[in-house]
């Protein structure tokens, strides 16, 4: 009997514990259906690393878009989540901010501060922020002389384009990118290219060789605009010299061909109010783009005796939209244009030819003006032929310059995007001069019209219209790789090129 009793005991203990969990579990699904749910993909205001000459500072206003965050990986009380302040999970996804960053035609060498801004304005809230953009085009290309299209959006190669016509249907590029918050006021960046269509490699565009992923930049930078307006970042970057932006949609002007370098370095900046200052220690020798000096007479990069500065001003002219005027000047001391006779790409100089550049641009509602100007200090040797027998060595050598002006007029809904607007016309000129006036390889020039359409801030569907004056590749521009010494470059032989295409991001 005793141990009846024991085992009532057991059961009614037993009983009260159940209905004091059910009382527990009907109070926690009451506060559930109260409290509203969390979206999983919310919407977020443009990063200011999306608009036009934002420097921190300066007021920006501008429409909300649709910056989806979203987060795979972790849940909020993650284990992995990290130590930083407003820091929510372990990896998530900006869409804005990656079309910012990854577009190749605008802020194409501002990207460090571009990032500082997002994590200032609380749009980086993710240990790991990552990022995707794909482009996708459709052209049809015509040419005045066989064999010669000097549209360089693509590499001009004879292995690739044939004839007086060419169309193509192809994934121009590809990017990947993840930004890390590693540390209070430290950040890495990396971002990995496929560019069949811009490789150097040789071949088609299906040789394998110009099938190759690439790092096309990458850093470690200290900085944080709320603590302190100076920065600091080491790795593979855009050098500080020039604009280098367009108001086309998806074309690069001639500037940012002729002198947009991209190079192993480090980088300090400082930011105040509209002020922004920036100076790069570059690594010598020939770098991936637009900077070589020469190492003990070789293109070795085995010193760091590179260097650019660059100095802009915004000046805020007021209006909902932060509509400003920018102007800015650079300097480096070693461009690309230092090779002798014949020129070929990465080739080592006796001597480094300094370059200088001056720019603008002015932002107001929906229009958007641009003008930029750069050339070489010291002639370039490789643009006179230094053979007294050869009919082209009549032509003196020249300091190579480059000039931009173009206008872009948004319309129709706001978007966080560069043009402002969901709909934009745009059309711009620019020149590359390399040689002397009636030289094969004096000039090209390049006009763009250009229409582009933001359904989304990360969504660009665009075409253009573009006309190429004249065809002088880099390489060989004047002469020496054809036994009888002549050249393939030809002021007559112009290109008009036909072209649509998707730019899209993540």
Same mark, same amino acid.
């Not at 390889?441 to 989304?456: A, D, H």
């Given at each position: 009997m005793a141990q009846d009793a024991q085992i009532l005991e057991r059961l009614e203990a037993m009983e009260d514990r159940l209905e004091a969990l059910e009382q527990e579990n009907a109070a926690l699904r009451a506060q559930l259906q109260g409290s509203p749910s969390a979206p999983v993909i919310a919407d977020t205001p443009a990063p200011d690393a999306a608009a036009q000459d934002q420097v921190p500072g300066e007021p920006v206003t501008l429409a909300e878009a649709g910056a989806a965050q979203v987060d795979p990986v972790a849940e909020m009380d993650d284990p992995r989540e990290i130590d930083v302040a407003g820091s929510q999970n372990f990896v998530g996804t900006n869409s804005t901010y990656a079309y910012a960053m990854l577009d190749h035609?605008?802020?194409?060498?501002?990207?460090?501060?571009?990032?500082?801004?997002?994590?200032? !304005?609380?749009?980086?809230? !993710?240990?790991?922020?990552?990022?995707?953009g794909i482009t996708a085009i459709a052209n049809w290309q015509f040419a005045s002389v066989d064999d010669k299209f000097g549209y360089l959006m693509r590499h001009p190669t004879s292995a690739n384009q044939l004839g007086d016509e060419v169309s193509e249907v192809v994934l121009h590029s590809a990017n990947f990118a993840f930004t890390a918050q590693l540390a209070p006021n430290?950040? +890495?960046?990396?971002?990995?290219?496929? !560019?069949?269509?811009?490789?150097? +490699?040789?071949?088609?565009?299906?040789?394998l060789t110009r099938n190759q992923l690439q790092l096309r930049r990458g850093w470690v930078m200290y900085g944080d605009l709320n603590d302190h307006p100076f920065y600091v970042a080491v790795g593979k970057m855009d050098t500080p010299f020039g604009l280098n932006d367009t108001v086309s949609p998806f074309t690069n002007s001639t500037n940012w061909h002729a002198f947009s370098g991209l190079a192993f370095g480090g980088q300090a900046g400082f930011v105040s109010g509209g002020l922004h200052l920036r100076g790069m220690i570059i690594q010598g020798g020939a770098q991936f783009r637009a900077a070589n000096v020469p190492v003990e007479g070789s293109s070795v990069p085995s010193r760091a005796n590179n260097f650019a500065f660059d100095a802009r001003y915004t000046l805020a002219l007021g209006g909902e939209e932060a509509n400003s005027a920018m102007v800015g000047a650079s300097y480096q001391h070693g461009t690309a244009y230092c090779q002798g006779y014949p020129v070929f790409h990465f080739n080592p100089c006796a001597d480094n030819n300094p370059g200088v550049a001056v720019y603008g641009r002015v932002n107001y509602g929906p229009l958007t003006l641009l003008g930029e100007y750069?050339?070489?200090t010291d002639e370039w040797e490789g643009t006179a032929v230094p053979i007294p027998n050869n009919p082209l060595s009549i032509y003196d050598p020249v300091a190579p310059e480059a000039f931009t002006l173009g206008a872009r007029l948004g319309f129709g809904d706001d978007r966080a995007a560069m043009q402002r607007r969901e709909f934009a016309l745009s059309a711009e000129f620019s020149r590359f001069i390399s040689g002397e006036d009636g030289s094969p390889?004096?000039?090209?020039?390049?006009?763009?019209?250009?229409?582009?359409?933001?359904?989304?801030p990360n969504v660009n569907l665009f075409g253009e219209f573009i006309h190429v004056d004249g065809f002088v590749p880099l390489n060989f521009l004047s002469g020496g790789n054809f036994p009888d010494g002549s050249t393939w470059s030809e002021q007559g032989a112009d290109t008009d090129v036909i072209m649509a295409g998707a730019q899209v991001a993540f």
């Open positions: 035609a605008e802020n194409v060498n501002t990207k460090p501060l571009m990032q500082l801004t997002a994590l200032q !304005d609380g749009e980086l809230t !993710d240990r790991v922020t990552l990022s995707g430290l950040t +890495g960046y990396a971002e990995f290219l496929y !560019d069949p269509q811009q490789s150097f +490699g040789p071949g088609t565009i299906t040789a750069a050339r070489t390889w004096e000039r090209q020039n390049q006009l763009v019209l250009g229409t582009s359409w933001f359904p989304l």
